[in-house]
């Protein structure tokens, strides 16, 4: 009797031992389910997000218009203007309260974009040589006759650059419409003489009330005796620059060639970068 009841006690324990164990695992199973679905969900909410923000940058994208030089010439002044363009060359880096600056001449293949004090890092600064893509974001502004993009920001683009070469503008020179086509391009004109300004061959400043260092200014003469007036702006090129010393060694007499920006000032005014004596 005590063999049997023995026996069937045994029974029962192993039974109730397999019951519990099934529990456990009934109890476990559901748990790693929710565990499991747990991350899944957070995996796609991880993906949504990233999804939403690829989405976000590519509609912010597609909302960029950005303008042709036609449609900027066309532009009404104060206008939002966008343009890529090419930096062709820059005037001195400064700060204005705190804030780094600098003045730009850029180009592309069918027109020119003054950037006045665009704000910009000093390592931008140097980052921008000619030939760089920039997309640039302002207004268009007038001064004086000089069409400029002003209050821009810009964004440095790595898909491309530009170098202009020099349009000869010699044969135009005496048409003041026909120059203004060619408004802060990069231009060259051939055969010119100096011509007497101020008693001398070049002043520093407008009137001769400057000095060294400051803005040269040159009258040139066509070959029909017309006169013009050429500038070496100190920002762009000092008097530590080859040009700067050329201009300052003129005669009047010289025959010489110039080349240099299309600058606008009360009428074309350029922003001489090459003088050579012939």
């Known amino acids: 009797m005590k063999k049997f009841t ?6 029962v324990m192993a039974v109730s031992l397999a019951a519990c164990g099934a529990e456990e695992e009934n109890v476990q199973a559901p748990e790693t389910e929710v ?8 995996d796609a909410d991880v993906q949504d997000t990233d999804a939403d ?9 597609s909302d960029v218009v950005v303008m042709s030089y036609a449609e900027f010439a066309a532009a009404d002044v104060d206008t939002e203007v966008v343009v890529e363009t090419y930096v062709q060359d820059k005037q001195g880096w400064w700060e204005n309260e705190g804030v780094g600056m600098a003045t730009f001449y850029t180009q592309d293949k069918d027109g020119a974009y003054f950037l006045y004090n665009m704000p910009c890092s000093q390592e931008d600064y140097d980052a921008m040589v000619p030939g760089t893509k920039i997309r640039v ?21 790595a898909d491309d650059t530009y170098v202009a070469a020099a349009t000869d503008l010699t044969d135009k020179i005496a048409d003041t419409e026909a120059l203004a086509d060619y408004m802060n391009q990069y231009v060259t004109f051939t055969g010119l003489t100096v011509a007497e300004r101020e008693g001398a061959a070049f002043t520093y400043g407008w009137d001769g009330s400057k000095s060294q260092g400051d803005d040269l200014y040159i009258n040139l003469a066509d070959a029909d005796g017309n006169v013009y007036t050429f500038v070496v702006e100190s920002y762009l090129r000092g008097a530590d620059t080859e040009v700067y010393q050329t201009v300052e060694a003129f005669n009047v007499g010289d025959t010489v060639d110039i080349t240099g920006f299309m600058y606008w000032y009360e009428g074309p005014q350029v922003h001489v970068t090459v003088a050579t004596v012939k």
């Open 53 to 61: 923000a690829d989405a976000d940058a590519d509609t912010e994208e």
């Open 35 to 42: 565990e499991t679905e747990a991350v899944e969900d957070a």
């Open 6 to 11: 023995a026996v069937f006690a045994a029974a």
């Open 137 to 157: 974001t302002g207004f268009k502004s007038e001064w004086s006759g000089e069409v400029e993009i002003i209050d821009a920001t810009y964004e440095i683009l």
